[in-house]
């Protein structure tokens, strides 16, 4: 059931609302001049009326019982934020070009992750069009955009979104979103967004008055949960599932990122994101171009991404955030809340193998038992990063690893990320090494939940973070703070390390090694008290020999890599990097001992013959 | 991890607990005379000690801390019931003479599901032991006993169970429950019994003392839900699985009826009824015989009786409520409630095609779209039924059909039971029409909750059964009205039903179009207003039509079924099962028409060439 205003084009448009709730329901035009007409009951809870005078632009509200005013749950726009009036939406006025567009696969993205709000100066599409030539020129194909559904204020993450249909009014809306996708889709760029389907934000979310889009059958973080297997949850599953499509159709985005689908509470037959998943698939066959789901998961349950033909739910890729965790643990040597469980070499080992650490053994932070196999899931069934806006931003100061470890160890991660047989993921200024911090900011307007955010941040981080300051999320500085400084791009060390991205993602482009996608095609071997990892890949005609020391200091490898003898091709440590000098031949051999330099990141390419 | 006290057999036991909430435990010995001993700590919040001089019979209980003294949540017997101490057994002391049972194939079930307490005038093992030639001389090959962990007071259900491994004091505990299941599999008699794992008793309970039992996660009926899933849930997946194993090891039981299944609650990415699949199918491997898992679950959710290798939890079969649901609307026309959803023939050939009826199609009593489709999978997947203590018990006045339907229609019932190519049940009783109701009795000794108990019975029936006046559940004489009256057995009527009932059985064990259970082999017409069935299986060697009237007219009869010509070779309404003669022919032809007496059900076989 198509949801919200649609614009007939004869100066008519219709309506549909779910409200099971309500007895009567009208829509009352609210701009340029006041209009109500009383919708019509229909099956399962819905209420339609077509041919209502109104073009596109008026704007509306929906009219509840004899008083209550409500926007539109399926609004498309809220020109005056989450209080406002909705907008109609002519979605047939934009003139898109990118119409031999054929997308980015899965398997090839490099994926670039950015906050609108702070991405650019402008804090708006507008300001990320600008950037696409750079972004371009960086090699990445493919950016994700934190949540941009409606949500209170100027500032925030996304994530407190309360109109999920609705484009963020202060990015650029509706149009500016289209503008930013077409011309992604003329560079060669694929657009991701993040969406959230596990919860609705805290300020502006009047969906509760139309029915029951929620459930205490099931207590999340956010309180109740969203109604996915009760009741009436036909009419909430069909309000997803049509705002998956609305992106896909109405804005050309080429895949959803899944926000935290642990918060995703179904126990019905079919779950939503299987249901999710199939009507996704059913779009990209009547329209000739494959969209994708790729989700946030705690749960290191390969049925998410197992195909519904093995009775999955079909969802295409998930997060890894075990490979994230494996690799900070490794060197930041943190292990406060869930770096608890991570920390040495072989966690790293495990999620190059596997894509998660955790495949039913114990974990201490979580106090049981967690995860499943995924040995038998292909490689690009997951996306992998060493940095992202959760992992920086859920710290109580946002400090990226450029504050938390010294130069050349950022050059090491970026090689370790590249060198893994998963989809790669950066997080925006991580590839310049940005100084700036991605802190948690809000701009609501109810003091009483701006206080509730405060307390609730202090205390999540009083254990990570003893003794320091918190800053104010609703302050306006805090988020200046987070907006990427582009003026030290050009300095040492960010100047070097932007080279030095520049080149992995060539090598990751161009390396059968690494577009074959197979993990069965390496193999480990941990030297120097495991402070060194030796990892090999290979594909038909191509083999890779990597070593990384995750050491703050130089040590001694002899690597016996039987019957490895092959040339250098990268080198973290080399000065055009910004490094101080490799001791690392040119020409590696086996079972010959070499220094490798502090955090210093080598790929040697076999001999042939 | 094995749970509770174990006897050495050297005047010796070990006690193990799980009791990670608590700083020191110790395990005192109340009878026959006093002694402590301070248990050590060991992984995972595990307590235990070794070589205590402790004798079977001796009675103990944990105390935990400093002065909370507990009964073991692993207890094997309350000899004083639930709020009394614990007693050591020593499995080993009963000598088995089951050395030779195979056990009983499940496809090759015919189940007698029974209550102990109200089976037989003794409400003990021993009084079911006495009913097993009786039993054998039925024909049905299984007995299932409703919960027989240990329940407050000495009328229940038994699923106010308290202690999951002990087996109820009134009923002949330990050795009383040995000797029953010795006796059957001497009898070749399977004993399936019916354990609950989606809640613990109200009354008597401690456990909650000892660890994290529950969850705040999800609200259930019941309140908190079980943890299976959340910190420390390892404890409690444990004491569960090894809670099955014990029955099958120590008590030689062949199968277990997992109570309400879509109580439990996991997201976690191993769902403990896969585990529990997992480790029952070990323990069988390791045993030599194949133990089963049987679900009662209201998901209609095919991933709970899919194997394991195509990702589902791999359990061996699971109830069908729409069965039962379509054959007691059609019958009855009751439409209250969940019958709502039921009442035509169709319900009825859909539940005969897949074994559920709701397979993602809109319920209207759930309001929401429900199931998933049973097509692939085979037909032993599914127990079926027309009574059960459930669907029985669960109206205010617990009237079974005998006091719904006529005489001629509790045949017609048997019929439609056995024509499934699913797994038959019969509820104790219904053999032979038995007129006692079976009502929910209780005898909890705590004043509020047993109020609670009373007002919220006649909350939960208020829709069902306007104005009738409801039995008490606590009182002794509604326990009392339950109780099997065998004196009738012999009486008109219910003699011939009880032969009609054998005959059936018979055919059910012998023709191989019952024996294949192949569900694809069936053809299905509805005729006469959809009143009349025409039911056709057929296997390699076999060709059977049954013809079934749902109407309490006579109503005529014509059957295209092409091609089938056959003899009769059961019908109801025949005198020798006490109808008042058929009109049917002895030889069935297609489009021919014939008359078909009220409720009347028949079988013909077609002739060979």
Redesign the interface.
Known sequence: MHLGATYRGDGKSSFTVWAPNQKTVSVKIVHPHEDIYTMHPEF?GYWRIDDVPAYAGYQYVYKLGNSLERPDPASRFQPHGVHGPSEIIDHSQFNWNDSSWEGIKLRDMIIYELHTGTFSPEGTFEGIIKKLNYLKDLGINAIELMPLAQFPGERNWGYDGAYLFAVQNSYGGPSGLKKLVDSCHQHGIAVLIDVVYNHFGPEGTYIQDFGPYFT????TPWGDAVNY??????GVRNFVIQNAISWFKDYHIDALRLDAI?GI?D????HILRELAEETERFSNENGRKRYLIAESD?????VI?PTE???YGIDAQWSDDFHHAVHALLTGERKSYYCDFGTLDHLIKAYREGYVYT?N?SEN???????SASQLSAEKFVICTQNHDQIGNRLMGERLSQLLPFEALKLTSGVMFMAPYIPLLFMGEEFGAQTPFMYFISHSDPDLVRAVREGRAREFAEMHMGKQAPDPQGSDTFDKCKLRWECIDKPNHVQLLLFYKEMIRLRKKSLVFTEMNKKNSSFEALSDKKVLVLRRWSKNQDLLSVMNFSEKSVPVISSNAEFKGVKIIDSSDKEWGGSGSTMPLEIEPDKEYVIQPYEFTIYVKDNG
Not at 216 to 219: G, L, P
């Open positions: 399962l205490k059958k099931y207590n297997d009760e009741a009436w949850s036909d642990h509470y126990f019905g037959a079919k749960l290191n349950d390969n049925k197992t093995q009775n999955g039913w114990y979580r106090k049981r038992f967690h995860g499943s």
